[in-house]
């Protein structure tokens, strides 16, 4: 997987050290390992903001230790409450967002609501209160969206762009990427369960192909991006890929062995595609392709001139498309070792609570 390491060594950083954050959605699995992140540049506050009334307790029992944080109960539908918690703040990561394809699909109305009035209440508060830099957290599902929850998402970074030419202050950027592996609600977890419990393992298509990456590289990534990032910009993140039948081989493999079932044993189902999905995922749109520039880590859509002028070490990326299946895939034996890493890091998460 492509990494990145971002240099911190516990002192007060200057781009987040005792600087007060707001992190919308602060209890999902972004929210809270960018929270875990950030904590090591000793911010003066990390304010987490969710509706996720047990998702706020179970983040204080976990970061009980760290006096920065604060926990504010809220929805980003609610304008009142989004403003309440704005006053001060120097950075926004607005992670909160209705996320489940087919709950979208079903409920179109509650997914307008959140990720496109909710995102517009959040932009306008942190434009009156003169926020340093603001992210809009967004997915590969925005790209040539077949779903409502897609849609919502695009519509989400075209509020944000919109901003941009608003105003100087915020920095308005976007951040977009793939599925998080291990994120709640992730095939991950569905395939953990279903192993555990010894059931069939459940897959929609095993040729559908997934970007893929883990929390703490996403959560990496994200605060990476924002110190990169000028107003207006998109920076997709370079992700390798997997197909989803390889997926389904190796969590059986390794869940059975996590849980002392009989690999054998233990069917793969093909169950189709849902309604809204896609085949292979797009990270990037062929005219935004073509018209990207590129860093180690990043594409970057929507380039300003002077961003090539006076940056010697970026270069116009010069591919065409930027789909899953065009992506690297991960094998099998990959896969596995992720899945490692990542358990290990759910059990080190266990033995702090």
């Known amino acids: 997987m492509n990494t990145t390491k971002i240099g911190f060594s516990g002192s007060r950083d200057p781009t987040y050290g005792d600087s007060v954050i707001l992190i919308t959605g602060g209890t999902g699995s972004i929210g809270l390992e960018l929270t875990k992140t950030l904590l090591n540049y000793k911010p003066r506050e990390i304010r987490l903001f969710s509706n996720d009334e047990n998702g706020l307790f179970e ?15 809220g929805d980003v539908r609610d304008a009142h409450s989004i403003e309440a918690v704005m006053k001060d703040c120097d950075f926004v ?30 932009i306008e508060y942190a434009i009156k209160y003169g926020v340093r830099k603001f992210v809009f957290i967004s997915t590969d599902k925005s790209v040539n969206p077949l779903s409502t929850m897609g849609a919502t998402k695009l ?6 762009i919109s901003a941009s030419k608003l105003t100087n202050r915020p ?16 095939v991950a977890l569905i395939f953990e369960r279903q192993v555990r419990d010894g059931d069939s393992m459940t897959v929609t298509d095993p040729d559908m192909t997934r970007f893929i ?12 991006a924002a110190e990169l990032a000028e107003p207006g910009e998109v920076l997709v993140l370079k992700m390798k890929a997997v197909r989803i ?33 896609k085949l292979h995922e797009e990270l990037m749109t062929n005219a ?21 002028r006076t940056s010697p070490k970026l270069s ?3 591919v065409k498309i930027y789909t899953s299946d065009s992506a690297p895939l991960l094998t099998r034996e990959e896969i596995a070792s992720l899945l490692s890493h990542l358990y290990s890091h759910k059990q080190d998460i266990e033995k702090q609570r």
Request: charged share 25%; with cysteine.
């Open 288 to 308: 935004e392709a073509q018209n990207a520039v590129e860093t180690e880590e990043f594409y970057i859509v929507n380039p300003h001139a002077e961003r090539l």
């Open 213 to 224: 990456m883990l929390p703490s590289e996403a959560a990496m990534l994200v605060l990476r």
């Open 171 to 186: 920095v308005f950027s976007v951040v977009r990427f793939g599925n998080v592996l291990g994120s709640r609600g992730s």
């Open 245 to 277: 039948g390889d997926l389904a081989e190796a969590s059986r493999e390794f869940f059975a062995r996590a849980y002392h079932k009989d690999a054998k044993a233990i069917r793969i189902v093909r169950t189709g595609s849902r309604q809204g999905e």
């Open 155 to 160: 519509l989400g970074e075209r509020l944000t």
């Open 93 to 122: 990561f607005h992670a909160a967002a209705l996320k489940h394809v087919d709950f979208c699909e079903g409920n179109p109305y509650e997914a307008i609501s959140t990720n496109i009035l909710g995102t517009q209440n959040v």
């Open 59 to 73: 983040a204080r029992n976990l970061l009980r230790w760290h006096p920065e944080m604060v926990y504010r109960l």
């Open 316 to 318: 116009f990326a010069g």
